[in-house]
């Protein structure tokens, strides 16, 4: 039996090496390489692109767009790992745990789109409440998350890898600092489109001082709801939604053991793995709650989740590799 040939198109990236290595070694599957001098050949490129049976996009997105229009074999099938295309019409989000029969839409699309890192976590959250009726769909909603510097590209992980290795002079680097003050970060509009919200999220992003893993943080006010639900309503909620997916994992309600001395939600804990685990803290008495998601954003986030999705396109056990 031919094996499904696989071209990685950015693979000298952080998600392409990620994904390379995860695939690397796999008896199922070949991957074919571009040369590094070749990279930039649209003509080379378009050549392997249109020989392969899955081209993954680990690009830019003006890159990545430019790399679909390279397509002329109809066969071929793309996933974008760029946010190019994860809301454009004729794509699949590759998120597979978003609803059911969303695994049916990537096994059958020639076209699917890798979700954003924060958006996995925030859907994760919000979506199932929303799917349940347990918060209106124009109830407003802030996300306050955190990542690693590797989520900033190579740019961000040269600067934050060069002062580690000095750790010296003048110049320091904060432990902590938001960014997106602009408002309409790149991520906001995917988040709005499949969670079911009647409007955007205002959404503050923060990069921290380590490599990789992140948090996503949504806080519910919940008091001027006619009928709060309770926090454990909540919690069976997003529970019952994700029984028995085995990379989206819910913590159970009011068990602290997933916490760094019962008390510390640290944003590293799941590094290495394709899961996401989701956290529901609540207090009814003053009709608050707090749902977070944990995750690797090279992980979930990225590499894992293209991996994933690969597996689903190609009909293979979705765990291969994970």
Known sequence: MTKPKI?????????????????YGRDDIEIVSIEASKRKDATERAKLINAVDVVILCLPDDAAREAVSLVSNSPVKILDASSAHRTAKGWAYGFPELNRGQREKIASAQFVSNPGCYPTGFLACVRPLIVEDLLPRDFPIT???????????????????????????????????IYGLQFGHKHVKEMHEYSGLASPPLFVPAVGDFEQGMVVQVPLVLGNLPQPPSGEMLHKAIANYFQGEKFVQVAPWRDSSTLRDGIFLEAIAVNGTNIVQVFVFANDTTKEALLVAR??????????AAVQNLNIMLGLPEDLGL
């Open 7 to 23: 071209f990685i198109d950015g693979e000298s990236g952080t998600t392409g090496l990620q994904i390379h290595s995860r695939l």
């Open 143 to 177: 996300i306050n998350a955190v990542s690693g510097y590797s989520g900033g590209g190579k740019s961000l992980i040269q600067k934050y890898d060069t002062f580690h290795e000095q750790q010296a002079g003048v110049t320091s680097l904060s432990p902590y600092s």
């Open 295 to 304: 995750l690797d954003n090279l992980g979930k986030g990225a590499s894992g």
